[in-house]
T-cell receptor, first 113, second 116 residues
Framework: GDSVTQMEGPVTLSEEAFLTINCTYT??????LFWYVQYPGEGLQLLLK?????DKGSNKGFEATYRKETTSFHLEKGSVQVSDSAVYFC????????????FGKGTTLSVSS | NAGVTQTPKFQVLKTGQSMTLQCAQD?????MYWYRQDPGMGLRLIYY???????DKGEVPNGYNVSRLNKREFSLRLESAAPSQTSVYFC???????????????FGEGSRLTVL
C-alpha cells in the first residue's frame, strides 16, 4: 500500500546549521507531496508542497524537491533558527476526491542557540 | 477566517464514559477527516467523509463512530472511552480535486483527550 517513511528523530542542531530531513514514499499513481510543521501545542500547518516530478516546494527558507526516480522528498534548510524547533511531517496525497493524506511518523527538530 | 474549528480543546474522561468531539469548517470543503496523534506513531486516520452523506473507516476506527451532520460539520464519538484512546485528535478538511486543489489538508488546532 501507499506509505511514507521519514528519518527518525530527534534531530538536534545548533543555530545556523544545515538541516536535512529525509523522506521517501511508496505510492500508486502520481501523488502530491507535502511537508507539514507542528509547533509545540499547535496543530499542523502546511510548510511546502510539490505536485509533480521535479517540482521544488519552498517556504520560510525550507526547500524540498519531488524526485520521482528516487521516490524522495527530502526537506532542507541552509541555516536553521531556534524558532524552527518543531515536529516535521512528510505526507502524500493521491488527490482523488476524498482521499486522505498519508503521513510519516514525524521528525522532531530541536535547535539550540 | 476560522478555517477548521474543533471543540473541546481539552477533555478528561473516566473509562466507560462517552463524549463527542465536534468539528466544523467554513471553507466549503467536501471532504473531512479525523486523525489521532500519538507519540512515535505520527498521525493515523480514524474515519473520513469524502462528501456529505458518506463516511468510511480509516486505519484505526475501532471504538469510534462518526457523523457527517452536514457539509460543514463532522463529529467523532467515543461511546465507551478506554485509556488507549488517550490521544490528541485532529480534524481536517480538503476541497475537491482539481487544478486549484493539490490535495492539501487544512487542520484544526487539535483536541487533547485523556481517559483515566
Amino acid at each position: 500500500g501507499d506509505s511514507v517513511t521519514q528519518m527518525e528523530g530527534p534531530v538536534t542542531l545548533s543555530e545556523e546549521a544545515f538541516l536535512t530531513i529525509n523522506c521517501t514514499y511508496t505510492a500508486t499513481g502520481y501523488p502530491s507531496l507535502f511537508w507539514y510543521v507542528q509547533y509545540p501545542g499547535e496543530g499542523l500547518q502546511l510548510l511546502l508542497k510539490a505536485t509533480k516530478a521535479d517540482d521544488k516546494g519552498s517556504n520560510k527558507g525550507f526547500e524540498a524537491t519531488y524526485r520521482k526516480e528516487t521516490t524522495s522528498f527530502h526537506l532542507e534548510k541552509g541555516s536553521v533558527q531556534v524558532s524552527d524547533s518543531a515536529v516535521y511531517f512528510c505526507a502524500l496525497s493521491l488527490r482523488q476526491a476524498g482521499t486522505a493524506l498519508i503521513f510519516g511518523k514525524g521528525t522532531t527538530l530541536s535547535v539550540s542557540s | 477566517n476560522a478555517g477548521v474549528t474543533q471543540t473541546p480543546k481539552f477533555q478528561v474522561l473516566k473509562t466507560g464514559q462517552s463524549m463527542t468531539l465536534q468539528c466544523a469548517q467554513d471553507m466549503n470543503h467536501n471532504s473531512m477527516y479525523w486523525y489521532r496523534q500519538d507519540p512515535g506513531m505520527g498521525l493515523r486516520l480514524i474515519y473520513y467523509s469524502a462528501s456529505e452523506g458518506t463516511t468510511d473507516k480509516g486505519e484505526v476506527p475501532n471504538g469510534y463512530n462518526v457523523s457527517r451532520l452536514n457539509k460543514r460539520e463532522f463529529s467523532l464519538r467515543l461511546e465507551s472511552a478506554a485509556p488507549s484512546q488517550t490521544s490528541v485528535y485532529f480534524c481536517a478538511s480538503k476541497g475537491l480535486a482539481g487544478a486549484a486543489n493539490t490535495g492539501e489538508l487544512f487542520f484544526g488546532e487539535g483536541s487533547r483527550l485523556t481517559v483515566l
